[in-house]
């Protein structure tokens, strides 16, 4: 399909907003993550859930993975793991709001606004460091 420019339909669902998205293949649907740390799902332009304070702060990070909703909010430091209906699977904390995020055989990688860059096993919840930069972006 093709985007069309026009508005989005909140469908009484609280206008807000929008931090940062990220694509679901497999569902055909979109997420975005909002400045009060609630999470949408979009099906075109038209949200169709909203799961509202997922997070302390803004949504900063946001990505579909594996099958996987990967989530992180600026004040709460914490990562979510969520399913397309938005359950939380899984929770981590971690040292800052990531900036960046990303999933693959059973291995978070995430990317901080304090520099650092982590993988998290999924299973074992194991976090390592295996980046720290000089300041904070």
Same mark, same amino acid.
């Given at each position: 399909?093709?985007? =069309?420019?026009?508005?989005?339909?909140? #469908?009484?669902?609280?206008?807000t907003s929008m931090i940062t998205i990220?694509?679901?293949?497999? #569902?055909?649907?979109?997420?975005?993550?909002?400045?009060?740390?609630?999470?949408?799902?979009?099906?075109? #332009?038209?949200?169709?859930?909203?799961?509202?304070?997922?997070?302390?702060?803004?949504?900063?990070?946001?990505?579909?993975?594996n099958g996987k909703l990967l989530s992180?909010?600026?004040? =709460?430091?914490?990562?979510?793991?969520?399913?397309? =209906?938005?359950?939380? +699977?899984?929770?981590? =904390?971690?040292?800052?709001?990531?900036?960046?995020?990303? +999933?693959? #055989?059973?291995?978070?990688?995430?990317?901080?606004?304090?520099?650092?860059? +982590?993988?998290?096993?999924?299973?074992?919840?194991?976090?390592?460091?295996?980046?720290?930069?000089?300041?904070?972006?």
């Amino acid at each position: 399909g093709q985007l =069309d420019k026009k508005k989005g339909i909140f #469908n009484g669902h609280d206008m807000t907003s929008m931090i940062t998205i990220t694509y679901s293949p497999e #569902n055909n649907c979109f997420f975005t993550g909002t400045a009060k740390g609630s999470i949408y799902k979009w099906e075109g #332009n038209t949200c169709v859930k909203s799961n509202q304070g997922v997070h302390q702060g803004a949504v900063m990070g946001l990505a579909w993975a594996n099958g996987k909703l990967l989530s992180s909010g600026s004040k =709460d430091q914490k990562l979510h793991v969520s399913n397309a =209906d938005g359950e939380i +699977l899984a929770s981590y =904390d971690i040292p800052s709001y990531a900036k960046s995020l990303d +999933l693959l #055989n059973g291995k978070i990688l995430c990317a901080t606004k304090c520099g650092r860059v +982590l993988t998290i096993d999924e299973s074992s919840k194991a976090q390592k460091e295996i980046m720290h930069g000089h300041s904070q972006g």
